[in-house]
């Protein structure tokens, strides 16, 4: 396996062409949902392409016109970040440009980073910005794009402000890139920069002189490994879930109604906004309103199998924490593609031993209660909890007992094609990474398969791979 030695070859600023600023985008304020980001890392996300037909110098040039072009769709993102006299931060649309890297690994070959093992330290070197916190962005740009060339394939890999997006926001901004890379003339797309919502507050986020910290250790050790579930895997989970809860009657009829509900919904946001599965997981969908669903079932055997492999006491209370995407919760809705963070954490509580002794349908029913009760009422008191005590995100696993689940496996990550074909893999950087950080990405088949990325400590990790109940459903990637 190699070791690391990605270089870089150059750096520079890109910019929006010239005039091409919205005039009625010039500032936007920080929202509820953004300030709490800022002591969090950038996102750092990419996708994996096998080799372009044309030189990597026609191809940078290209990719730097397309970001360009991105960015005078996304004006925020070429701006940086601006505390005003009251102490409430804004983003200055002042055209200041992103970063953009180009790299070279060509020692580092496709079958290097497909292991199915843990995912190689190097692939962290695809990014930059490392340890960079949102904060940061008060002078450093809000977002930047490598690309690496590898010994047989390339990598971008995209990095953008935490405060400034989630990850709706996020992927909405990457498609619009490899878009324009494509050839296309327009953005399909355009983002909704309106900031008249809930989240819109007076209330003011107070900073330690310096600014934040993150709130987690980066130095302790961990492994991560990618695990693939196949859609028949994950409908046999959901079968498991459902058959042992008092719901399970009703499954088939649901199944039905759910399916038809959540595909209008799909089809109005293009399969984005954080749904999960045709049965949505985030979806809040009335349809059906007592089946857990797919993407419930497999993060309740994710929640059952860790707790067992950090053998806890049966009395420690365990929490899996998971961000939805709260566009479609509200009333009114938000435009599904809102600009910028519409994400609140919901936090379900079992005792280890209760979540272990019972079935899996006991822990699944759990998320689902606290996933279909995040409605309108229950976004709208969580601003207002916010504005009474403005804090920071308390991103990390504090108690050695908790999983926190972010991304989402309905995000359109493999709708980046450049021009030459889909992703063939979705990895990300360092950022935001502790024991019991999981990210969800859809499987590259598509049809409801689902990759965890999953980052433990090592000796809880050695006990995940040794646990039969979980590994029984995961299968192999397969590269078409």
């Known amino acids: 396996m190699p070791s690391s030695s990605t270089t870089v070859v150059s750096k520079c600023t890109v910019i929006p062409p010239l005039k091409s600023t919205p005039a009625a985008v010039k500032t936007l304020k920080l929202s509820v949902s953004d300030l709490p980001m800022l002591s969090c890392h950038y996102i750092q996300k990419g996708v994996l392409l096998s080799r372009p037909p044309y030189s990597s110098i026609d191809l940078i040039t290209f990719l730097k016109h397309s970001l360009s072009l991105a960015l005078s769709h996304f004006p925020a993102l070429a701006g940086r970040l601006v505390t005003d006299p009251t102490g409430h931060i804004h983003i200055s649309c002042n055209d200041a440009g992103v970063e953009f890297i180009h790299a070279k690994a060509g020692h580092i070959f496709l079958r290097d980073i497909l292991t199915s093992g843990d995912v190689p330290e190097f692939v962290k070197e695809f990014f930059p910005?490392?340890?960079?916190?949102?904060?940061?962005?008060?002078?450093?740009?809000?977002?930047?794009?490598?690309?690496?060339?590898?010994?047989?394939?390339?990598?971008?890999?995209?990095?953008?402000?935490h405060a400034v997006t989630?990850?709706?926001?996020?992927?909405?901004?990457?498609?619009?890139?490899?878009?324009?890379?494509?050839?296309?003339?327009?953005?399909?797309?355009?983002?909704?920069?309106?900031?008249k919502t809930v989240f819109n507050s007076p209330a003011v986020l107070k900073f330690p002189t310096g600014g934040p910290k993150v709130t987690f250790s980066g130095d302790v050790p961990l492994r991560e490994r990618v695990f693939h579930f196949s859609r028949e895997a994950i409908l046999k989970l959901k079968q498991r879930a459902n058959s042992s809860t008092s719901n399970a009657a009703a499954v088939n009829l649901i199944e039905v109604l759910g399916k038809q509900g959540n595909d209008h919904?799909?089809?109005?946001?293009?399969?984005?906004?954080?749904?999960?599965?045709?049965?949505?997981?985030?979806?809040?969908?009335k349809t059906a309103p007592f089946e857990v669903s797919s993407f419930q079932s497999l993060s309740a055997q994710l929640w059952r199998s860790v707790t067992r492999a950090r053998n806890l006491p049966p009395s420690k209370m365990t929490?899996?924490?998971?961000?939805?995407?709260?566009?479609?919760?509200?009333?009114?809705?938000?435009h599904p593609y809102y600009f910028g963070n519409a994400i609140q954490s919901i936090p379900t509580l079992a005792p280890a031993g209760e979540l272990l002794a019972n079935d899996l349908g006991w822990g699944a029913d759990l998320l689902h209660k606290n996933v279909v009760a995040h409605g309108d009422a229950t976004v709208r008191k969580g601003v207002a909890n916010w504005e009474k005590?403005?804090?920071?995100?308390?991103?990390?696993?504090?108690?050695?007992?908790?999983?926190?689940?972010?991304?989402?496996?309905?995000?359109?990550?493999?709708?980046?094609?450049?021009?030459?074909?889909?992703?063939?893999?979705?990895?990300?950087?360092?950022?935001?990474?502790?024991?019991?950080k999981i990210s969800a990405f859809p499987g590259r088949e598509g049809n409801g398969t689902v990759d965890l990325e999953v980052v433990l400590a090592p000796e809880t990790m050695a006990g995940l791979e040794k646990d039969e109940e979980f590994m029984q459903y995961v299968s192999e990637i397969i590269i078409m």
């Open 129 to 161: 910005f490392d340890n960079t916190i949102s904060y940061s962005g008060h002078s450093r740009p809000l977002a930047a794009v490598q690309f690496t060339e590898l010994a047989d394939a390339v990598f971008i890999g995209c990095v953008v402000n």
């Open 166 to 195: 989630d990850g709706t926001s996020f992927w909405h901004f990457f498609n619009t890139l490899a878009e324009f890379c494509k050839g296309a003339q327009k953005i399909s797309n355009p983002p909704d920069f309106s900031r």
């Open 265 to 285: 919904w799909k089809a109005a946001v293009n399969g984005d906004g954080g749904v999960t599965n045709n049965d949505d997981l985030k979806s809040g969908n």
């Open 319 to 334: 929490t899996f924490r998971m961000a939805v995407n709260c566009r479609h919760r509200l009333e009114p809705r938000l």
């Open 389 to 436: 005590d403005p804090r920071l995100f308390p991103l990390g696993n504090f108690d050695g007992a908790s999983i926190t689940m972010g991304s989402s496996p309905r995000f359109p990550m493999y709708n980046n094609d450049f021009g030459w074909g889909r992703p063939l893999a979705i990895r990300s950087g360092k950022a935001n990474k502790f024991d019991g």
